[in-house]
């Protein structure tokens, strides 16, 4: 068989989007996880962090299933919510949509640039849960919030929260930053473990100047990765709840792909937040598979967007440079 696709990445977060939209292709379960390691293997003639398929939705205007490239499924991706919301709305000719994810019916819009000639868009990153059976953490408490937790270091304070996937939020100074304790953590509860039975991503979070963050995640699925959306949202709401930032204002975040915004909204005593950044096509392409042995597609076809990849590298010069002068 033949699959049309289109490689998009979030803030450097790279995923081949795969559209059902049409019902000419579709896959059983087993196939997606399949088709998802061997297309995002990286040293496959594709490569990425997950694959996003885009399918009909009865409910809203698309649905999105995301893949990481371990094969297993992801109950939310933010970066990846802002490429099917660029996708979807070049098809549907929308600026706004609803977009149906595995938790909740999500709001996305195509909104003003967020650097010179960037296509840009806002998603809605809810519901948030800081019940640690919602990660699930296992834990006797009921929720875990800058609170140290002895199994995974002695001096640093972590947050758990559901954005609705899972993460861990730890605020720390450059030096940890520059250590290797975020990956010796972050391989120990995605690996087997008794804390975080289905593993989480691990963020480090550090402060460059009032209203800029600079976050790294460590993705479950994929490993560090140049950047995680729901880690970005989730991580600027740790900052609020901390007094560095504050709710219903625009917070930058900063990361090894790029720069998004984020504004944390707080309403009856729940959080939303907005994930605002690019949604840049790398290029299409077209691949021939074998649905019994995946792995060795052949690319049939491929027409580089070079003109958005040369746009998009200006962005990430300005965040490199942005960063390197405030990084304490
Ligand atoms: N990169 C994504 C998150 C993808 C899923 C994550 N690895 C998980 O397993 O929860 C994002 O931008 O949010």
Redesign the pocket.
């Known amino acids: 068989m033949n699959i049309e696709l289109v490689k998009c990445h979030?803030?450097g977060?790279d995923f081949i989007i795969i559209d059902e939209m049409e019902g000419d292709i579709s896959f059983n379960e087993d196939e997606r996880s399949s088709l998802a390691m061997a297309l995002c293997s990286r040293t496959s003639l594709l490569g990425a962090?997950?694959i996003l398929f885009v399918m009909p939705s009865e409910q809203s205007h698309a649905r999105m299933r995301?893949f990481?490239a371990d094969g297993?499924e992801?109950?939310?991706?933010?970066?990846?919510?802002r490429c099917v919301a660029r996708y979807a709305s070049d098809k549907l000719r929308k600026s706004k949509l609803i977009i149906e994810t595995m938790k909740a019916n999500l709001a996305v819009e195509k909104t003003e640039e967020i650097f010179d000639g960037i296509p840009t868009f806002k998603v809605e990153i809810s519901p948030v849960s800081f019940n640690v059976k919602d990660l699930p953490l296992n834990l006797s408490w009921e929720t875990l919030k800058n609170e140290r937790i002895v199994e995974l270091s002695d001096t640093l304070l972590f947050t758990a929260l559901a954005v609705p996937?899972?993460?861990l939020v730890s605020i720390v100074e450059s030096d940890v930053l520059k250590s290797s304790v975020q990956k010796d953590i972050a391989t120990l509860v995605n690996g087997p473990n008794d804390l975080f039975p289905d593993?989480?991503?691990v963020s480090f979070v550090h402060e460059l100047k009032k209203g800029h963050i600079f976050v790294r995640?460590f993705?479950?699925?994929?490993g560090f990765?140049n950047?995680?959306?729901?880690?970005?949202?989730a991580s600027s709401l740790v900052t609020c709840l901390n007094g560095l930032n504050e709710t219903e204002k625009e917070i930058s975040v900063y990361n090894d792909g790029g720069m998004v915004k984020c504004m944390v909204h707080q309403q009856n005593g729940r959080y939303q937040i907005d994930l605002i950044g690019n949604g840049t096509y790398e290029y299409r392409a077209e691949i021939e598979v074998n649905p019994a042995d995946f792995q060795n597609f052949k690319l049939v076809n491929k027409e580089i967007f070079e003109e958005e990849t040369s746009k998009y590298a200006k962005l990430q010069e300005y965040a490199k440079q942005f960063v390197s002068e405030h990084m304490k």
């Open positions: 979030g803030s977060n962090d997950g995301v990481n297993s992801a109950s939310m991706c933010g970066n990846g919510l996937n899972p993460h593993g989480v991503n995640t993705e479950r699925g994929v990765t950047a995680c959306g729901t880690a970005m949202s």
